[in-house]
């Protein structure tokens, strides 16, 4: 009889060791997305869950946090649990534009790096029945008319960075006027509530093919594959005037090893998946990093952030 209660009491030991043991993921993870539903940050994210939970193994359920210029989803983030069961977007110059105004409570030690995505380059619109027709015309239209207004991200974010080189190659004065996401920002635009937009080629790219948006010119060395048709504004004779952000994933710092490499894992065949590639055709303008190299890049913008924050401060 001894000997039979020792069988059953193992026993029972082993099978509470293996539950504990099991696998990750046992539930649906969270991806918490700093941004309103329908942004460009939003929609890499749900194409990423979509087309990652095959290699994950779970789904991944999307945690819209939109405010204070991505604060508070950055914060969610890395003051989530570290047991492999949230992790998040984050996406620039906001990230760094934060620390270096001390304006955040993390830091960018405060997070494991998962991946880069997106690099999206700046895009200069106005509503698609504006007289304004080109970049000429735009600084021609403020000189001539006062009170012109920009819609922008607000502060610190790559579309005032945006918006205030555009204002010193062209010699003019725009008043921003900061949205809480890109949805609000083409609205503004859209609804001719504001004289020119600043956002990223992504986010407008669809209102520009509908006529609804003009796109001046995209801010960058050359044209984008997205939107061939329109001129860099190298091109147009203004190398300085570019501008964009980068959009990846991470977790809060000291994730569990074993759930962040498998996250890790997911990132990388999921980018190589033909139909997460099919799917992101013409929708999210790739480029690739390994956590090393994200972490890397961000640690080069946040030195220059910082040097861009003393001499002009926002």
């Not at 649906?28 to 939970?53: C, N, Q, W, Y």
């Not at 986010?203 to 093919?209: D, F, G, L, S, T």
């Not at 990388?268 to 090393?292: S, Y």
Request: net charge negative; hydrophobic share 45%; proline share 6%.
């Amino acid at each position: 009889m001894k000997k039979l209660f020792a069988v059953l009491a193992f026993v029972a030991v082993a099978g509470c060791a293996g539950a504990a043991a099991a696998a990750y993921p046992e539930k649906p993870v969270h991806v918490i997305v700093p941004s309103e539903a329908g942004g460009g940050t939003d929609t890499m994210a749900r194409l990423l869950a979509k087309f990652g939970e095959k290699y994950l193994g779970a789904p991944m359920v999307i945690d819209n946090l939109p405010g204070a210029g991505g604060q508070i989803g950055f914060q969610a983030i890395a003051n989530a649990k570290k047991d492999g069961y949230t992790f998040g977007c984050l996406y620039t110059p906001h990230l760094t534009a934060h620390v270096s105004a001390k304006r955040a409570q993390y830091t960018l030690a405060s997070f494991d790096y998962v991946g880069n995505l997106v690099t999206d380059p700046g895009a200069i619109v106005v509503p698609g029945n504006s007289p304004i027709m080109d970049l000429k015309g735009l600084a021609e239209f403020v000189k001539n008319n006062e009170n012109c207004t920009a819609s922008t991200s607000g502060p610190g974010g790559d579309d005032d960075f945006a918006r205030l080189a555009a204002e010193a190659d062209l010699g003019i004065k725009l008043r921003p006027v900061p949205s809480k996401g890109s949805s609000a920002a083409k609205a503004n635009v859209m609804g001719g509530h504001v004289t020119v937009g600043f956002m990223n080629v992504s986010q407008v790219e669809a209102q520009v093919r509908s006529g609804e948006m003009r796109c001046l010119a995209v801010m960058a060395g050359k044209r984008s594959d997205m939107m061939p048709d329109v001129p860099c504004t190298a091109e147009l004779g203004y190398p300085k005037m570019v501008s964009d952000s980068s959009r990846g994933f991470a977790a809060p710092a000291g994730m569990d090893a074993e759930a962040l490499a498998k996250i890790r894992e997911m990132f990388t065949k999921t980018i190589a998946d033909p139909e997460f590639q099919a799917a992101a055709k013409g929708v999210l303008l790739i480029n690739e990093m390994n956590g090393d190299e994200y972490k890397a890049y961000l640690e080069a913008l946040q030195a220059a952030t910082d040097k861009a924050y003393e001499v002009a401060p926002w």
